[in-house]
């Protein structure tokens, strides 16, 4: 395939491979956040870790916007769902994300709540079309790659005229997470993670551009490489690490010069400039309440709001003590640490939202059976 099968070359991954073991300081500990649910499927599907010097490690960050979505507003998800006159309209993957107490709107569903299943933000205004009696709310949530798609959906309900329409609005920003990772007072509890750079998000860097990480790369003192997705992208971008490590930088780099520029989308950017505004702060699953991190419709859209229309009450609760996805998604800890992991937690039966996504950390160790190779060493 054109533009795959290039990113995908033996010989060329074995080369950048050696070259990071020979420049990689055996003195130095190297360690690194793919921040994207994406590299840490990419990490996971071509066995890229077994190909770096042991003290070079990639820890897997919050990047999935599903995983980090807090059960509280799963809740308020389902409250909606279950209301009669009320169709809720979500992405596939969010039917199974666990609520309180095991909820889910899958579960809210088979009860006969009315959530419909969709591909994109098109579909859900299609629905409102068909159903003109009944209100048609889109369940919105994703960081800046799909923050785009819910503006335009707006814009053609106001065209449209169509009045049984809202957003449920759950769209958060990457630079206030990364920052969140390295300088939330829940560090304390939740226990600190030694990341030397990060490996930047590649779909939301199309989007936003390079330049919002500058800030953070500065202040923090720590690289960003953006990196595609391929195998070759993420080992070019890990060398594009270690040697800033090395060299004592702590600059963006634009590995992904193919689809990402340092301005971004800027026709994209300006949609969601007019129809969003920064929330004080939005709950992450596993990093809190972080500011200005999260999005919500500015006044003059009130009528597409659903937070508004529907009087929601926001709800914070509790996720299962018992599952680590919090200490995973801030990278302290990996999948195969949970005690529920791969036993009574499985696609299948998640307990936990890193393992219904597929871009989640537990998922992507489960599918492509990463987590076999530490229960060997761990058993021997």
């Known amino acids: 395939m054109k533009y795959a099968d290039e990113f995908r070359d033996k010989e060329i991954a074995v080369g950048l491979a050696m070259a990071i073991r020979s420049e990689a300081d055996p003195e130095k500990s190297y360690r690194f956040m793919e921040f994207c649910g994406g590299h840490t499927h990419a990490i996971s599907r071509y066995g890229l870790e077994d190909m770096l010097p042991k003290n070079v490690r990639m820890i897997h960050g919050p990047g999935c916007p599903v995983c980090v979505l807090p059960a509280g507003r799963i809740d308020m998800a389902i409250r909606l769902a279950e209301r009669p006159d009320v169709i809720l309209c979500v992405y596939g993957d969010l039917m199974r994300v666990p609520g309180s107490q095991g909820a889910s709107l899958l579960k809210a569903k088979a009860r006969g709540a009315d959530g419909r299943m969709v591909y994109s933000t098109i579909d859900a205004i299609r629905v409102a079309e068909e159903i003109p009696g009944r209100s048609v709310v889109f369940f919105a949530i994703g960081f800046e790659t799909t923050t785009p798609p819910t503006a335009v959906m ?95 930088r702590h600059e963006v780099e634009n590995q992904y010069s193919r689809a990402v520029t340092r301005d971004g989308n800027l026709r994209a950017k300006e949609e969601v400039s ?45 996720d299962n003590p018992a599952c680590e996805c919090g200490a995973i998604l801030r990278g302290v800890k990996k999948p195969v640490d949970c005690k529920l992991f791969g036993t009574v937690c499985t696609p299948e039966a998640p307990m936990g939202s890193c393992m219904v996504s597929s871009e989640g950390a537990c998922a992507a160790h489960w599918t492509y059976g990463r987590f076999r190779d530490h229960q060997q060493r761990r058993a021997s």
């Open 154 to 248: 707006i814009r053609l309900a106001q065209k449209k005229q169509l009045k049984n329409v809202s957003v449920f609005c759950n769209h958060v920003l990457t630079p206030p997470a990364m920052q969140n990772i390295l300088g939330s007072p829940d560090i304390r509890n939740i226990g600190p993670v030694e990341i030397g750079g990060f490996v930047g998000p590649a779909h939301v860097s199309a989007i936003i551009g390079t330049e919002p990480y500058e800030y953070f790369a500065d202040e923090f003192g720590r690289p960003v490489v953006i990196a595609g997705f391929e195998p070759l992208d993420m080992m070019q971008a890990i060398l594009m690490l270690v040697r800033q490590v090395n060299e004592h």
């Open 274 to 318: 007019d129809i969003f505004e920064l929330r004080d702060q939005f709950e992450w699953r596993g990093l809190g309440l972080v500011p200005y991190s999260g999005l919500k419709l500015k006044r003059a859209y009130d009528k597409y709001d659903a937070e508004v229309r529907f009087d929601m009450n926001e709800l914070r609760v509790a």
